[in-house]
């Protein structure tokens, strides 16, 4: 979970590094990053060195240690969990350090930081001029979860709404939050919604074990759980699961072999994209059944994962302690290319 320092080392062939000359001078120059991936380094447990790393569309090589570089060598923190942006404006939740960094969006300068009213915060999304962010609070505590309100003009938390343990991946759709219970610490199956205007859970929808991502596509709201591992002592299988948000009912199930746990799960033009152990699978969401056949092989498992402008981007975590590193694949699951960024690339956020 840590940047690496601007490079001008760069993979310019498929898993094969070779050095260049850094074409990025005049976009660092600018300070902008506005044409490329950020990516979210979440850095080690407790060692505090988050970082953020940039690659320009463009591709010739990453820059890293951002967060750093522009703000006077401040470190960004302990584990950096997730990257959004609101216009202009982005912000950097960080789970281990209990806050959230809010940034100039296209040259990550900090303008504040929200160290108030959060306890292991997870994900922040937008709506009705206000953010919202999952909170675990204590993961021993099965009571104390909530989902903080952000007054985005004054950068300070002005509500919280209790809700069910371990509150993790949110979207926004039709003026609600669905918000997915991974389940802190445990285990969990549902899905609390949350109605805007009222700041309330106004229903609460079952789903298969341990929902770690959810996505909105033509009005459908798709979740990939992952089930219970074997080691939980009560093994269960992943699904992947639609749900209509006018009923807020399941309407479809696709089940996984009781021991094939999904793990990532990202959406693009009609196709669900997920991962399982280092395969990478891709579906119609239309399709009544899930492929029984990869789209390619990783020669890591993915810890970070997303579908965008028909590339697939994964984050190898390699050994948890040095940097990592990011492979690029094309929607055919051809290798484009490798760059070397920070520790524990979890995230991908695309500043286009």
Same mark, same amino acid.
């Given at each position: 979970?840590?940047?690496?320092?601007?490079?001008?080392?760069?993979?310019?062939?498929?898993?094969?590094?070779?050095?260049?000359?850094?074409?990025?001078?005049?976009?660092?120059?600018?300070?902008?990053?506005?044409?490329?991936?950020?990516?979210?380094?979440?850095?080690?447990?407790?060692?505090?060195?988050?970082?953020?790393?940039?690659?320009?569309?463009?591709?010739?090589?990453?820059? @890293?240690?951002?967060?750093?570089?522009?703000?006077?060598?401040?470190?960004?923190?302990?584990?950096?969990?997730?990257?959004?942006?609101?216009?202009?404006?982005?912000?950097?939740?960080?789970?281990?350090?209990?806050?959230?960094?809010?940034?100039?969006?296209?040259?990550?300068?900090?303008?504040?930081?929200?160290?108030?009213?959060?306890?292991?915060?997870?994900?922040?999304?937008?709506?009705?001029?206000?953010?919202?962010?999952?909170?675990?609070?204590?993961?021993?505590?099965?009571?104390?979860?909530?989902?903080?309100?952000?007054?985005?003009?004054?950068?300070?938390? #002005?509500?919280?709404?209790?809700?069910?343990?371990?509150? #993790?991946?949110?979207?926004?759709?039709?003026?609600?939050?669905?918000?997915?219970?991974?389940?802190?610490?445990?285990?969990?199956?549902?899905?609390?919604?949350?109605?805007?205007?009222?700041?309330?859970?106004?229903?609460?929808?079952?789903?298969?074990?341990?929902?770690?991502?959810? #996505?909105?596509?033509?009005?459908?709201?798709?979740?990939?759980?992952?089930?219970?591992?074997?080691?939980?002592?009560?093994?269960?299988?992943?699904?992947?699961?639609?749900?209509?948000?006018?009923? @807020?009912?399941?309407?479809?199930?696709?089940?996984?072999?009781?021991?094939?746990?999904?793990?990532?799960?990202?959406?693009?033009?009609?196709?669900?994209?997920?991962?399982?152990?280092?395969?990478?699978?891709?579906?119609?969401?239309?399709?009544?059944?899930?492929?029984?056949?990869?789209?390619?092989?990783?020669?890591?498992?993915?810890?970070?994962?997303?579908?965008?402008?028909?590339?697939?981007?994964?984050?190898?975590?390699?050994?948890?302690?040095?940097?990592?590193?990011?492979?690029?694949?094309?929607?055919?699951?051809?290798?484009?290319?490798?760059?070397?960024?920070?520790?524990?690339?979890?995230?991908?956020?695309?500043? @286009?």
């Amino acid at each position: 979970m840590n940047f690496k320092k601007i490079t001008i080392a760069c993979i310019a062939t498929a898993l094969s590094l070779v050095s260049c000359t850094n074409d990025d001078n005049e976009s660092k120059s600018q300070g902008t990053y506005d044409k490329g991936v950020i990516i979210l380094n979440e850095g080690g447990f407790t060692k505090g060195n988050a970082e953020i790393s940039f690659l320009a569309n463009a591709g010739v090589a990453t820059e @890293n240690k951002l967060f750093a570089l522009n703000n006077g060598g401040s470190l960004l923190g302990d584990v950096a969990q997730n990257f959004n942006a609101n216009g202009a404006t982005a912000y950097v939740v960080m789970n281990g350090s209990n806050k959230i960094e809010v940034l100039e969006r296209y040259s990550l300068k900090r303008i504040a930081t929200i160290s108030k009213d959060l306890y292991n915060p997870r994900y922040i999304v937008f709506a009705n001029g206000k953010g919202y962010v999952t909170n675990w609070g204590d993961g021993d505590d099965a009571t104390d979860d909530y989902v903080a309100v952000i007054n985005l003009t004054t950068n300070l938390v #002005e509500s919280k709404i209790p809700v069910a343990e371990g509150p #993790e991946k949110l979207i926004v759709y039709n003026s609600k939050l669905y918000v997915a219970h991974k389940g802190g610490y445990g285990s969990g199956n549902t899905l609390s919604v949350i109605d805007v205007a009222t700041a309330k859970v106004s229903t609460t929808v079952p789903v298969g074990d341990v929902p770690a991502a959810i #996505e909105e596509n033509q009005g459908v709201i798709y979740v990939l759980c992952q089930g219970k591992s074997v080691w939980s002592g009560a093994e269960s299988a992943g699904k992947i699961q639609k749900i209509n948000p006018a009923t @807020n009912l399941v309407t479809t199930s696709l089940d996984f072999a009781l021991t094939s746990h999904p793990g990532k799960m990202d959406i693009e033009n009609n196709k669900i994209y997920f991962t399982q152990a280092k395969n990478v699978y891709v579906m119609n969401t239309s399709d009544t059944s899930l492929p029984t056949t990869a789209l390619f092989e990783s020669t890591f498992s993915p810890y970070g994962f997303a579908v965008n402008n028909n590339l697939i981007y994964t984050g190898d975590a390699g050994d948890y302690s040095s940097d990592g590193k990011i492979a690029i694949y094309d929607t055919a699951g051809s290798l484009k290319s490798t760059y070397a960024v920070g520790i524990i690339p979890g995230g991908f956020f695309f500043n @286009n």
